[in-house]
């Protein structure tokens, strides 16, 4: 359909430029056969019948421009001002989400039972929550979104309260999503905590993200990571 649209206007505009020509070729038939009937009796320039008529046709022109106009936009033109126009700047992507985590680990072939994993929780201080996980809140700040969570470690990742009582599971994983809490790195202090104590209430190995036994040179290393990332963030927000 849009093709035959265009054609249609291109037909338009060749059928009216016909109409406007043929009546400047008269018009000049005309002039032409009048001043060899009776001379001209004022010095001048030659008029050129077909080009600088002063009674020029202003509907037939406004006609063309109409045409014109139309063709253009059909087919996509844009005005050449267009094409001055400075570029809108690209709005600068969002940096991503940093997840820092570490792994409670249970003893090979000692899954840790559903039964102390709730206790163990509690004295983590930790509650159970949206996902159905467990989450740390930091109510200091008034606010009800988690500092971390902790999650199974087999999937899907969730506990059934209903079922702890038969539940087992090799391990935890604890997670810190970045951006998120106010204090990043007070978060992240907190969340090694809670892995030492769940370590310590169900006899498991805290380990990081490698799965290798936490040391705290490691806690060094990641601490100093969520610090830059911190900084960065405050960066970004001072630039914007």
């Not at 406007?20 to 005309?30: I, M, N, S, V």
Request: with cysteine.
């Amino acid at each position: 359909m849009e093709n035959i649209r265009w054609i249609l206007l291109l037909a338009g505009f060749v059928i009216v430029l016909g109409i406007y020509l043929f009546g400047r070729y008269h018009t000049a038939e005309d002039e032409e056969r009048e001043q060899a009937e009776r001379p001209s009796t004022r010095p001048g320039r030659d008029i050129d019948p077909l080009f600088d008529q002063p009674d020029d046709n202003e509907a037939v022109e406004a006609e063309l421009e109409r045409l014109e106009q139309l063709i253009s936009e059909d087919s996509g033109i844009q005005p050449a001002a267009a094409a001055d126009e400075p570029e809108t700047s690209k709005t600068p992507l969002p940096e991503p989400d940093k997840v820092v985590t570490l792994f409670v680990l249970a003893p090979t072939g000692v899954p840790f039972p559903g039964s102390f994993i709730f206790e163990a929780m509690e004295t983590a201080g930790l509650q159970f929550g949206d996902m159905e996980i467990f989450h740390c809140i930091d109510r200091q700040r008034g606010s009800e979104q988690p500092l971390f969570s902790v999650a199974n470690m087999v999937e899907p990742g969730t506990f059934d309260l209903s079922a702890m009582a038969t539940f087992t599971t090799s391990g935890l994983v604890l997670f810190l999503q970045l951006p998120g809490p106010a204090d990043p790195v007070k978060a992240f202090d907190r969340m090694v905590d809670a892995a030492r104590s769940l370590a310590d209430g169900l006899g498991g190995t805290v380990c990081d993200a490698t799965r290798s036994a936490l040391t705290n040179q490691t806690i060094g290393h990641m601490r100093e990571d969520v610090i830059d990332y911190q900084l960065r963030q405050r960066v970004a927000k001072t630039a914007s």
